[in-house]
């Protein structure tokens, strides 16, 4: 107290002094200062004469009573829709609990003492917002995000049904604790204080509602399936923390480590974080796409090898090696490079891919296995262009475009020859089912030394043969040049080797599995050379009985919409390219349904052609989004404008179409070309039409919404009077 005293007078004393020459010329300082500093030193002696010299240690950091900051009465509850972040409010908490501190010495006992404060935990409960909500993101604690998994945490969702929290009644009381119906809220169990100075840190939450209007379908409602990319990754499907040493390390000493598959504050593995992240706001999705990528190094199918092919071959996993079919990374290639790193991750490691159908099915998820190329062809290669014949093929090209050594319709292609069977043969090779050994969760490859397409493939169905199992699988995907290859007497050597793999997939898997092939939009109706002939190519695939569903990669377009009101579809009186019943108009109408484009300058000029089928009447045949149609009615191949005389082995309505791939991107008029996406190092990189580039998360809402409404109303999508079910499942 004297210190105070003494202090406060010597700066009014010194203030009426002024500056002493020396002190506050040479150092600045004014006499108040001066003062205050000489009154403090005389009343800190008379402080230590009365009440001890303070020499013996004082125990710090104890606190005797715990204020809660965001707690009262009154406050409003929030409500929210989407996703926001929310501060939070306490509306019930324990008493604290003390973890006392302890005194030691160090260096045995013989050291300077070391003195560990006293720690505090206490159980609270937030509330969050109304009720209810889908789920809890993001954490936060002082403004950093923090990891779930290093408290006991409890969400209530907000329903008007909740119970009790366990931990609130055990303290309270039976019946005494409130269940706060219709309010989200958590509760934190033994919060432990100490990282924040044994302060109740301020905590804010990432809550996650769905948007909610009476018959109105939303986003949670539309989104019943999602798909696992992107593919690649040595490591991404991994449930568990891998570490990868690096290389470059100083000689002599242990690599460097970091972890390659976390990369969240939530400290748990990105496949785990990104389950929790889909069932909160997405909790209707129940099945998904499992993609697993080879790579493809050649557009010429003969000269094209599918392997797996790592990021790096010189950096491994101590605690999960990088193997594929018995082989280590040291056996297979690194991926090309790009601005000094590989342009691709690498191809996931069998044990995280059999992790990963594990977890998924875990968490209540069907999965579809899905294997992918990824074509590794970079810029300036001098690899011969099949679909111009000149030197160089484009970068990181659509696998969509592995065809012929000369496409056809160039001259000296081989198509509709034996040479063109030859060239699809050597592109699927000879490995069979016996080739694969099949352990606990490992599989070995014993076969030809060849990297071709049946390894590619039999080698994913024995992987899932290991895990025990998926609930479907794709022999193939997307490869539109490969199926409209001809043979001799345009027969269709890629499809029937497809056929050929369905039934080795079949006996590898079982009958259990749901067994296709996920055709392009453009791919699975049919194929027209151009010259007048009009086959329905894939049917001996979609009609052989262990295909169990046609599949497509959905990507049609919904609108042609342009910038102002001078356009057809303004002036046919639609006001904006968001409204959902414009979108609708064009799941089975518009462009390649009523009309199409017959080139560049056309569709510049809005120049539609309508679709049409003369003295046939059967538009249908023409019009790739007439899915309806197409799957009630037989199916008649036309050679030279002329129908055969027999229909194909398609039996109508015989079995459910599945879109195993729709969507359009996040970007200004998507719903223009959902097929194309921007990827500058790609030459497959394109904006949709007439689209500006900006972001438009909208316009990606209002496509998936518009293709839910639609395909749920049972005008547009019938029961099938073979198998009892809808068109489209």
């Given amino acids: 107290m004297a210190t105070l005293v003494l202090s406060a007078a010597g700066a009014a004393i010194g203030s009426g002094v002024g500056t002493g020459a020396f002190l506050g010329g040479t150092l600045g300082l004014t006499g108040a200062v001066v003062g205050r500093a000489a009154g403090a030193v005389l009343g800190r002696a008379i402080d230590q004469r009365l009440l001890g010299l303070g020499s013996a240690p004082v125990p710090g950091g104890r606190i005797e ?73 993001r954490i936060w604690a002082n403004g950093v995000e923090i990891a779930p998994r290093d408290m006991v945490i409890r969400l209530y969702h907000g329903t008007d049904d909740q119970a009790p929290d366990p931990a609130i009644e055990a ?118 796409l499992l993609i697993v990528s080879w790579f493809g190094d050649d557009l010429r199918c003969a000269d094209c090898t599918i392997r797996p092919k790592v990021e790096y071959g010189d950096r491994d996993s101590p605690n999960q090696p990088w193997r594929l079919g018995g082989l280590s990374r040291s ?24 992790q990963s159908i594990h977890a998924l099915q875990a968490a209540g998820q069907a999965v579809v296995y899905y294997p992918f190329i990824l074509m590794d062809v970079m810029e300036g290669n001098s690899l011969p262009n099949p679909w111009t014949g000149e030197e160089g093929q484009p970068p990181l090209p659509w696998r969509g475009r592995i065809t012929t050594a000369l496409a056809p319709g160039l001259p000296g292609t081989p198509d509709r020859s034996a040479a063109a069977e030859a060239e699809v043969a050597a592109f699927f090779g000879t490995a069979q089912p016996g080739d694969f050994t099949i352990g606990d969760g490992a599989v070995t490859y014993t076969g030809p030394d060849e990297w071709s397409y049946r390894r590619f493939i039999l080698h994913q169905a024995a992987l899932c043969a290991a895990a025990g199992g998926v609930d479907a699988f794709c022999v193939g995907s997307e490869m539109r040049g ?27 898997l079982g009958p259990e599995v749901k067994l296709t092939y996920a055709a392009d939009w453009s791919e699975y109706w049919g194929y027209n050379d151009g010259q007048g002939n009009r086959y329905f190519h894939l049917d001996p695939l979609w009609a052989d009985d262990d295909c169990d569903v046609i599949a497509i990669d959905n990507y049609m377009p919904l609108s042609d919409w342009r910038e102002g009101d001078d356009h057809a579809d303004a002036r046919a009186g639609w006001r904006s390219i968001y409204d959902i019943d414009y979108l609708k108009a064009n799941v089975a109408g518009g462009e390649g349904y009523d009309w199409f484009y017959p080139d560049t300058p056309a569709r510049r000029a809005q120049d539609r052609v309508p679709i049409t089928d003369g003295a046939n009447a059967q538009p249908w045949v023409f019009r790739y989004k007439d899915l309806l149609n197409w799957w009630r009615n037989a199916h008649v191949d036309r050679i030279g404008g002329v ?13 459910p179409v599945w879109f195993t791939e ?68």
């Fill in 331 to 354: 056996d297979v290639p690194e991926l090309a490079r790009l601005g000094g790193g590989p342009v691709y991750g690498g191809t996931p490691s069998d044990q995280s891919v059999i």
């Fill in 65 to 137: 009573r715990l204020r809660l900051t965001g707690a009262g009465e009154g406050v409003a509850l929030p409500r929210v829709w989407g996703r926001m972040r929310v501060p939070g409010h306490v509306i019930w908490a324990s008493d604290f609990q003390e973890l006392p501190g302890r005194s030691r010495r160090s260096k045995g006992g013989l050291g300077p003492h070391q003195t560990e404060a006293s720690r505090y935990v206490i159980s609270l409960a937030v509330a969050l917002c109304e009720g209810p909500i889908t789920g809890l993101g």
């Fill in 171 to 288: 303290i309270e009381g039976a019946g005494m604790a409130p269940a706060y119906r219709g309010t989200a809220y958590v509760v934190i169990e033994d919060m432990d204080l100490g990282p924040w100075g044994n302060r109740l840190p301020s905590l804010a939450f990432e809550v996650i509602r769905a948007a909610q209007a009476p018959g109105v379908t939303t986003l949670q409602d539309a989104v019943r399936a999602v798909a696992w990319m992107p593919g690649s990754g040595e490591y991404a499907l991994a449930t568990e923390p891998v570490l990868v040493e690096e290389s470059g390390g100083v000689p002599g000493l242990p690599a460097e480590q970091r972890v390659a598959n976390v990369n969240s504050p939530r400290g748990e593995s990105d496949l785990a974080a990104s389950v929790d992240a889909l069932q909160a706001a997405l909790p209707l999705v129940q099945s998904g």
């Fill in 482 to 508: 490969l199926t409209q290859i001809r043979g001799a007497g345009d027969s269709f050597p890629a499809v029937a080797a497809l056929r050929l793999l369905l039934g080795d997939v079949r006996a590898m």
């Fill in 662 to 729: 729709f969507g359009c991107a996040a970007i200004d008029k998507g719903t223009n070309q959902p097929n194309v996406f921007l990827d500058p190092k790609s030459s497959e990189s394109f904006v949709p039409y007439f689209s500006t580039g900006a972001r438009d998360d909208v316009i990606q809402m209002q496509y998936l919404r518009a293709m839910a409404e639609y395909w749920q109303d049972p005008a547009h999508n019938p029961v099938s009077p073979v198998y009892g079910a809808p068109m489209v499942d």
């Fill in 643 to 655: 129908p055969v005389a027999e229909p194909t082995d398609w039996a109508p309505a015989s079995k």
